[in-house]
């Protein structure tokens, strides 16, 4: 009897292996929001990673022990954000393109995990502003077409509560 239950239980995972290892490894995640503002405005809160902790899921609340740290100079292309963090891991966020009033372009970096593609972009409407944030990137096999499968539910939760946080931010400043 324990013989045929290690046998299923091995024949589960080679499953699982083979599964997350011919399912798609690329990955999109989106979410947007409309915020009644200034596009530049939004845009300092954006391109200024030092203002990230305020307004996104990614800080102290998060993992209590995360440090961050940040490169010389003024925010815009090449500015560069690091954290390290007992729960939430060790990493990098550099951006790669800025354009005021229109959003960023940015590299994520997870230790051991591949690099993921970040835009978040303003779009200026009647009334306020549309932003959407996208991020993409390649998952490897064996576990990575598993993985993908919750990267909508898991990274999109955090994009939704990072641009409520955004727009929270914006009024507060509009307000002063």
């Known amino acids: ?3 045929k239950v290690i046998i299923a239980l091995v024949a589960l995972m080679l499953l699982l292996l083979l599964m997350g290892s011919l399912l798609p490894m690329d990955y999109v995640v989106e979410r947007s929001i409309f915020i009644d ?3 530049l405005e939004i845009h300092e809160s954006i ?12 800080n102290s609340q998060l993992d209590p022990t995360m440090v961050f740290s940040y490169s010389e100079g003024k925010p815009g292309v090449g500015f560069k954000s690091r954290w390290t963090g007992e729960s939430a891991g060790n990493g990098n966020l550099e951006i790669t393109s800025a354009e005021p009033g229109r959003g960023i372009v940015y590299v994520l970096n997870f230790e051991g995990f591949p690099p993921v ?6 779009q200026q409407m009647k009334g306020g502003c549309n932003v959407r944030w996208k991020a993409s990137g390649q998952l490897k096999p064996p576990l990575g077409g598993l993985m993908v499968m919750m990267m909508d539910s898991a990274m999109g939760a955090d ?10 931010r914006n009024m507060k400043q509009s307000e002063k």
Do not use: H, Q, Y
Not at 160 to 166: R, T, V
């Open 117 to 122: 593609d970040g835009v978040i972009e303003i």
């Open 37 to 39: 503002g200034d596009p």
């Open 47 to 58: 391109v200024n990673l030092r203002s990230w902790p305020e307004w996104t899921p990614w």
């Open 1 to 3: 009897m324990l013989k």
């Open 159 to 168: 994009f939704a509560s990072a641009l409520d946080g955004l727009k929270e």
